[in-house]
């Protein structure tokens, strides 16, 4: 067996001969960076006044397509300022018609009422009127009038003046009258 006192030379050589290979290494590695960065000054120099040159024009043109953007975008948004405001208009005249509708309808409602009430007050009347006439005179009146109209002032009637003057009329009269009576709500739903 050896010695440990053999294998000590080795291992103070190996360092220092480690240490000239990084050595080698490192300043081979720094040269080639140097070169590259001195190569790339030149070709950086060469190339940058066309750089410049084109960045320029390049610019202009994207200048003048943002200018041009913006005109267009201002021309759309003035439309659609006019496009608001003959909506707005619309909606003002629209609301302001909506408004004369109500109204007209009212008043038409109002009139439709009075008219009912007037017409009420007149079939009211006429009630009256053949209420007070005598049976026999009633009954001629009654004899010429149409079946339906005849039936809806006899069912205004009260039921005794109304059953004498079903009595005094032609009988197939007094039937049509009845017919038209007892059938007047016969299709009235139910449900």
């Given at each position: 067996m050896k010695s440990s006192r053999g294998y000590r030379w080795l291992g103070a050589y190996g360092l220092s001969i480690l240490a000239?290979?990084?050595?080698?290494?490192?300043?081979?590695?720094?040269?080639?960076?140097?070169?590259?960065?001195?190569a790339g000054e030149g070709v950086a120099q060469e190339a940058a006044p066309e750089l410049a040159?084109?960045?320029?024009?390049?610019l202009g043109e994207l200048f003048e397509?943002?200018?041009?953007?913006e005109e267009a975008l201002d021309a759309r948004a003035a439309q659609l300022d006019e496009?608001?405001?003959?909506?707005?208009?619309?909606?003002?005249?629209?609301s302001r018609q909506l408004d004369a509708l109500t109204e007209a309808e009212a008043q038409l409602a109002?009139?439709?009422k009075m008219t009912e009430t007037a017409s009420e007050q007149d079939l009211q009347h006429l009630t009256t009127v053949f209420e007070s006439m005598k049976?026999?005179?009633a009954a001629e009146l009654f004899q010429q009038m149409d079946i339906d109209f005849a039936a809806g002032f006899i069912a205004r009637l009260r039921p005794e003046i109304a059953a004498e003057?079903?009595?005094g009329l032609d009988p197939m009269v007094a039937y049509g009258i009845s017919a038209v009576l007892a059938g007047?709500?016969?299709r009235t739903p139910t449900r």
């Open positions: 000239v290979i990084l050595l080698g290494a490192g300043m081979s590695r720094l040269g080639l960076g140097i070169a590259v960065v001195l040159a084109g960045d320029g024009q390049n397509t943002l200018r041009a953007r496009r608001a405001d003959a909506l707005r208009s619309a909606e003002a005249e629209l109002a009139t439709l049976p026999a005179q003057l079903l009595s007047r709500h016969a």
